[in-house]
């Protein structure tokens, strides 16, 4: 049926637009494994309102870009709240680096790394294109996509404060014209438009590869195990995971103290924790509720009860 | 828009191959505009349309391709098909509808139209009658449709 096939490397092709593909373009739909570019698989799921694979028609879940190993949740690709955790995540590591980099060359000036420079090359483009546009060239994911023409570059600036929804301004303004209508709104649920604030990014990079996009946060991919373990087996009391969370915090301080005391074993701490705390949820039942509930005493009580 | 002059730069190559043997000729309308495109084919064998030569037309909408599918005809003649308008030559096939995916070229829509002329879909016809008899009536069918066709290979001969 088609020539191209995702199961050799050298020169693959996209099966979508038959250009060559290189590794920085390139990304994999997951379960399927088939390859496409980036933009042009981007621009089919718009068209087709679905995330179905051109190739096989499995509905996809994550697109992954293997040479940074990031992946990337379909459902959540156009989310400003995401992209705006992006950008705050990406300066963060931006000035690490910048220390980093600037430590270093004040211990050995003379010794070159090939990691150094790396890490320095970067650097260069930031003076020249303003802070989160360095971290793009070459690397960066573009996340940024207009919900009318589905092309991704740095002119998409407004977005639907309900839905989050992203548009070119100029896509709309022309819809607008078409339709006849005067008032911009969003096309998909009729909420109010905004301006991307500042300087927005065009495109972004997680350098760590433990951080995972779910439930349209970025999270720890340990604590999103967490709680996917949690979800699977239905908990036997009604308290919330975060209300947990906040009761656990309670039952450590205390516990802390005789911890670090040395009263009390490594293994014996995890036993009174989860005593402790399945007690406390037990009187949580109609939600966390410090007010009447005096968490820090009732910890106290119970750890004493134990030891 | 360059997909589709990837495609054209491809498709002599392909046409040259055992696989489209089939195919007599396959080209854009004029070198300048490949949003018009003619195929002649011959009709597979072991079906009343064996023998005759057959013509689509296609057209590329060059802003949406391969986002959306072509546009595919029987012409300068139409055939009698249970998929196939014969005022229009309008075809019925999935896979210029819901099923395209920007997988697909333009020879594989043409391979597609041809597994339709060996396999109608009679799910879903366009021309009920000929759906119907060729349902009840293997014979009077082939008789049909190859009236039709020598019909209009006379058609075409007196002008």
């Not at chain 1, 500042?198 to 350098?207: D, E, F, L, Q």
Request: glycine share 6%; proline share 4%; charged share 30%.
């Amino acid at each position: 049926m088609c020539e191209n096939n995702a199961g050799n490397n050298a020169a693959e092709i996209c099966g979508i637009c038959l250009e060559s593909m290189n590794h920085a373009d390139q990304g994999e739909l997951l379960p399927c494994r088939h390859r496409y570019h980036i933009s042009c698989i981007r621009k089919w799921h718009l068209h087709s309102n679905d995330f179905k694979c051109p190739t096989c028609r499995k509905e996809s879940k994550t697109l992954h870009r293997k040479h940074d190993n990031i992946e990337i949740d379909l459902k959540y690709w156009c989310n400003v709240s995401l992209i705006e955790q992006f950008a705050k995540l990406q300066l963060l590591n931006q000035e690490e680096n910048e220390e980093i980099n600037d430590a270093e060359e004040d211990a050995n000036e003379g010794s070159e790394d090939d990691t150094k420079d790396e890490e320095h090359e970067p650097e260069g483009l930031l003076e020249a294109e303003g802070p989160l546009q360095h971290a793009c060239e070459g690397q960066g994911i573009e996340i940024l996509q207009c919900a009318l023409c589905g092309e991704m570059d740095d002119s998409v600036t407004l977005y639907c404060e309900t839905c989050e929804t992203l548009f070119h301004p100029s896509c709309l303004s022309e819809l607008l014209c078409e339709v006849g209508e005067k008032d911009s709104n969003c096309t998909e649920c009729y909420g109010t438009l905004s301006r991307l604030r500042g300087n927005k990014p065009s495109s972004m990079v997680i350098r760590d590869s433990n951080v995972r996009i779910y439930d349209g946060r970025m999270r720890d991919k340990r604590s999103i195990l967490t709680e996917c373990i949690y979800n699977r087996f239905t908990p036997t009391y009604t308290v919330s995971y975060e209300d947990k969370c906040r009761i656990q915090e309670y039952v450590r301080t205390e516990l802390d103290s005789f911890y670090h005391r040395g009263s009390i074993s490594k293994s014996r701490y995890i036993t009174i924790n989860k005593h402790v705390s399945r007690k406390l949820y037990g009187l949580s039942l109609d939600g966390f509720d410090p007010v009447r509930i005096n968490y820090r005493e009732q910890a106290r009580l119970s750890i004493k009860e134990f030891m | 828009m360059s997909r589709i002059i990837k495609e054209y730069s491809g498709l002599q190559k392909r046409l040259g191959t055992a696989e489209f043997w089939w195919i007599n000729s396959f080209e854009p309308d004029e070198d300048d505009d490949l949003s018009q495109w003619s195929c002649k084919f011959q009709g597979p064998s072991n079906t009343p349309y064996e023998g005759f030569e057959l013509g689509l037309k296609i057209s590329v909408d060059l802003e949406k391709y391969p986002v959306s599918g072509p546009c595919v005809e029987f012409e300068p003649r139409t055939v009698a098909h249970p998929n196939v308008k014969w005022d229009t030559g309008e075809i019925c096939l999935d896979l210029l509808k819901d099923a395209w995916t920007p997988i697909y070229t333009l020879l594989d829509v043409v391979g597609a139209v041809r597994g339709l002329l060996e396999e109608p879909g009679l799910d879903s016809p366009l021309d009920l009658d000929l759906a119907q008899i060729y349902d009840v009536d293997y014979d009077a069918y082939v008789q049909i449709v190859r009236y039709r066709l020598v019909e209009a290979r006379f058609d075409e001969l007196v002008q």
